[in-house]
């Protein structure tokens, strides 16, 4: 099991990409979140000659196909075939209020859309004419002048982010590899999502290893009761937020927790000052060993093996905890 880090709070992405390779890390993932995860991706491959750099993820519908065919392809000559494109859908609400986009069938949706950006590479990389023509996407022309220069390194494999059946089954379909969501668990895992996966890889005669399984988890510890406790509760307050998505409730349910959802959906629409902190204290120790790794730096590589191992091909540690990265050396020991 590989493990990766995440650059997205990084406050100098060329250092700490440059760190983390050092370190052992074998790749760096940047979300689109409150920032551009390109820009972020650009500047890690300029600093780094070893790991991967990949978005986690990047919103796929708030872009035409043919903008994010440009920017990965030159990201995959820029990191010298080192790029992952992980894509995303986000929810209605924020492709439709915040990026001004259209939104329908979701699953169908990135279907056609990998399509297209699979159908300009070809154009660009073995001279096969543009010709896609979709319900939602249509790309019929592309020029010399607006071809980009072949390089030795093709187009960047194409990673696709699911939680409910229907996408993730889609990733066995037709995606090099399934970002699985960090609300989710091992049992949910086991259960639900790579059975979806392997129905995906059936339809298409595909095998496991043609896909790669990747998992932001959580994980809490520290160095001192200090760090164990911050951490702690930036855990809990981040299942507590993401189980109040009521697309994330099937996770709940799988436990018998559907309740919690309703709970935290009810607080996340409440007009309390202090909703988030009362969503967070709903998140008991049961709930946090379930979603989360509870284990210190010493021991939180053979606890995340004995979890994932099998389940999971890369992981790596949410960020946003505030355990400084060189605590988590023992764990990149302990998963090389």
């Given at each position: 099991?590989?493990?990766?880090?995440?650059?997205?709070?990084?406050?100098?992405?060329?250092?700490?990409?440059?760190?983390?390779?050092?370190?052992?890390?074998?790749?760096?993932?940047?979300?689109?979140?409150?920032?551009?995860?390109?820009?972020?991706?650009?500047?890690?491959?300029?600093?780094?000659?070893?790991?991967?750099?990949?978005?986690?993820?990047?919103?796929?519908?708030?872009?035409?196909?043919?903008?994010?065919?440009?920017?990965?392809?030159?990201?995959?000559?820029?990191?010298?075939?080192?790029?992952?494109?992980?894509?995303?859908?986000?929810?209605?609400?924020?492709?439709?209020?915040?990026?001004?986009?259209?939104?329908?069938?979701?699953?169908?949706?990135?279907?056609?859309?990998?399509?297209?950006?699979?159908?300009?590479?070809?154009?660009w990389t073995d001279d096969v004419p543009l010709r896609f023509r979709g319900e939602h996407y249509r790309h019929t022309l592309?020029?010399?002048?607006?071809?980009?220069?072949?390089?030795?390194?093709?187009a960047p494999p194409v990673h696709l982010a699911a939680v409910g059946p229907l996408m993730t089954r889609l990733a066995g379909?037709?995606?090099?590899?399934?970002?699985?969501?960090?609300?989710?668990?091992?049992?949910?895992?086991?259960?639900?999502?790579?059975?979806?996966?392997?129905?995906?890889?059936?339809?298409?005669?595909?095998?496991?290893?043609?896909?790669?399984?990747?998992?932001?988890?959580?994980?809490?510890?520290?160095?001192?009761?200090?760090?164990?406790?911050?951490?702690?509760?930036?855990?809990?307050?981040?299942?507590?937020?993401?189980?109040?998505?009521?697309?994330?409730?099937?996770?709940?349910?799988?436990?018998?927790?559907?309740?919690?959802?309703?709970?935290?959906?009810?607080?996340?629409?409440?007009?309390?000052?202090?909703k988030w902190q009362a969503m967070a204290d709903l998140v008991d120790d049961e709930v946090l060993g379930t979603f989360a790794?509870?284990?210190?730096?010493?021991?939180?590589?053979?606890?995340?093996?004995?979890?994932?191992?099998?389940?999971?091909?890369?992981?790596?540690?949410?960020?946003?905890?505030?355990?400084?990265?060189?605590?988590?050396?023992?764990?990149?020991?302990?998963?090389?």
């Amino acid at each position: 099991m590989l493990l990766d880090a995440s650059l997205t709070t990084a406050e100098d992405p060329a250092a700490t990409a440059r760190d983390l390779e050092e370190r052992g890390y074998a790749g760096v993932w940047a979300s689109e979140v409150a920032q551009d995860p390109f820009l972020l991706l650009h500047t890690a491959a300029l600093a780094t000659s070893r790991v991967s750099v990949g978005t986690g993820i990047a919103v796929a519908f708030a872009r035409s196909p043919m903008t994010l065919a440009y920017t990965a392809y030159d990201l995959q000559r820029y990191s010298r075939g080192r790029f992952v494109l992980g894509l995303g859908t986000q929810i209605q609400a924020h492709v439709e209020r915040r990026f001004s986009m259209p939104w329908s069938a979701p699953a169908a949706r990135m279907r056609e859309y990998l399509g297209a950006l699979r159908a300009i590479w070809a154009t660009w990389t073995d001279d096969v004419p543009l010709r896609f023509r979709g319900e939602h996407y249509r790309h019929t022309l592309m020029t010399p002048m607006f071809t980009p220069a072949r390089h030795a390194w093709g187009a960047p494999p194409v990673h696709l982010a699911a939680v409910g059946p229907l996408m993730t089954r889609l990733a066995g379909e037709a995606a090099d590899g399934l970002l699985a969501h960090s609300f989710t668990t091992e049992r949910y895992l086991r259960e639900r999502t790579l059975p979806a996966l392997h129905e995906g890889l059936d339809a298409e005669g595909r095998s496991r290893a043609d896909v790669q399984v990747s998992l932001p988890g959580f994980v809490v510890g520290g160095r001192d009761d200090a760090e164990r406790s911050a951490a702690a509760a930036a855990v809990r307050g981040q299942i507590a937020f993401y189980g109040s998505t009521p697309a994330y409730r099937p996770v709940l349910e799988l436990h018998g927790w559907g309740d919690l959802g309703d709970e935290l959906h009810a607080l996340s629409t409440s007009r309390s000052e202090d909703k988030w902190q009362a969503m967070a204290d709903l998140v008991d120790d049961e709930v946090l060993g379930t979603f989360a790794v509870v284990a210190d730096p010493d021991e939180a590589g053979a606890a995340l093996l004995a979890r994932f191992d099998g389940l999971v091909d890369r992981f790596s540690i949410y960020p946003g905890t505030g355990v400084p990265l060189a605590a988590w050396d023992p764990v990149v020991q302990a998963l090389r």
